[in-house]
Every structure is written in structure tokens, then in C-alpha cells.
């Protein structure tokens, strides 16, 4: 379920603080989005490259923006998050720009590893018409442990439907906020030795209950 289903164009405006859906935006967010993608992601994208600037070049054209919900303060990305159908991904791979900002080797693994892992990566289970999927939630560095991106989730749950998501065992944090949003752990899957955690762990919100 594409999240322009969900907002309906919609806006929820908070103190200073506005929610919406990235491609309604009329300023530039892509390159914004892909600087807190490679902070919140960078313990596996460093595989690639330890630079950051390369990896947010590399990375800036990859976001399907009608899929991602942000939290801006005026022009400035702040957190993101994306919500999808667990079947089609919401960000698209191309391997020109990873090999142009990466090289030719590193680019090409890039490319080949994590469209497996972000774009053809299937849940452990069956993801019915009333789930939708949570993914890429991520802070702005320098605004981490304000609650911008609980305040985010609380916003984009807002149809009655069963918000499911994945997690890694290690990641306590992020457990620690899926919980107080009212998500369940239903199932958990062995990760392999090289994902350098014990578990996958799958957590569901069910908005559809009374």
C-alpha cells in the first residue's frame, strides 16, 4: 500500500515541524534524504566507501519520493521513513550513478548486493492487502533523541491497517521505540554470520483493532 494512499496529500503541521510525503515537496530533498540514508545506514554502506560524499552522490537518484514521509522544519529534512507493500521496494538502484561516485568495482558490488537486499527482498511471510510495510526510518544525525522520528511514525500509522516492519536483534534502540509505538515481535528469523547480528526481527502494529 504506496504511501500517497495513506496522507491523501495531506499535511500535519506540529510546533515548527511539518510531516509530508516527499514528492510533494517543492525544494530539493533527494540529496537530503540520501545524506540521512548513508548516516543511518553507514556501518553497511562503508563496505563501499568510506567517504560519505561519495555515497550520498552515489545514492541521491535512488529514492521513489511518492513512497517516503518526512519531517521537515522549514526547508530542512529532519527524519525520514517509507511505507510500502513489502512487495515493491521504495527506493530503485542504478548502477551508472554507484559506478560513476564509487569506481567500477566497488559501484558494481554496490549495485549487484544491495538491490538484492533493499529492492528484491521478501518478508518471511505473507503480506496481506490491510499490512503495509515500515522501512529506511532514519534520523538527521545532529538531530537524533528528540523524538522526531516517533513523532513520524505516529503520523504516518494512521489508517486502520497492520503496520509490520523488520529490525536487526542488535539494534535495541530502534526495539526500544517500535515497542512504545505499540509493535509486537510475531516472528524472528536467524541472520547470516556476515549481517553481523544473532536475528531479523519482525514486529507488527495492528491499527485495524478498536
Do not use: C
Amino acid at each position: 500500500m504506496k504511501s500517497e494512499s495513506t496522507l491523501d496529500k495531506r499535511e500535519e503541521k506540529l510546533p515548527n515541524l511539518t510531516i509530508s510525503i516527499a514528492q510533494e515537496l517543492d525544494f530539493e530533498v533527494k540529496s537530503q534524504i540520501s545524506q540521512i540514508f548513508v548516516d543511518g545506514f553507514f556501518e553497511w554502506l562503508q563496505y563501499f566507501s568510506k567517504d560519505k560524499n561519495k555515497l550520498v552522490a552515489a545514492f541521491t537518484h535512488s529514492f521513489l519520493l511518492e513512497d517516503f514521509f518526512l519531517a521537515h522544519e522549514d526547508q530542512e529534512v529532519l527524519a525520514m521513513a517509507a511505507l510500502g507493500n513489502g512487495k515493491s521496494a521504495p527506493l530503485k538502484l542504478e548502477v551508472k550513478p554507484l559506478i560513476k561516485h564509487l569506481g567500477f568495482v566497488k559501484g558494481l558490488a554496490a549495485y549487484l548486493f544491495l538491490k538484492k537486499e533493499f529492492e528484491k527482498q521478501s518478508y518471511p511471510f505473507e503480506m496481506t492487502d490491510k499490512m503495509a510495510s515500515i522501512e529506511f526510518v532514519a534520523t538527521k544525525s545532529n538531530r537524533r533523541g528528540r523524538g522526531l522520528a516517533t513523532e513520524l511514525l505516529k503520523r504516518m500509522m494512521n489508517q486502520p491497517e497492520i503496520y509490520v516492519l523488520e529490525v536487526a536483534s542488535s539494534n535495541h534502540e530502534a526495539l526500544k521505540l517500535y515497542e512504545k509505538l505499540g509493535f509486537e515481535t510475531f516472528k524472528t528469523v536467524k541472520a547470516p554470520k556476515q549481517a553481523g547480528f544473532e536475528h531479523y526481527i519482525y514486529m507488527k502494529a495492528d491499527k485495524t483493532k478498536p
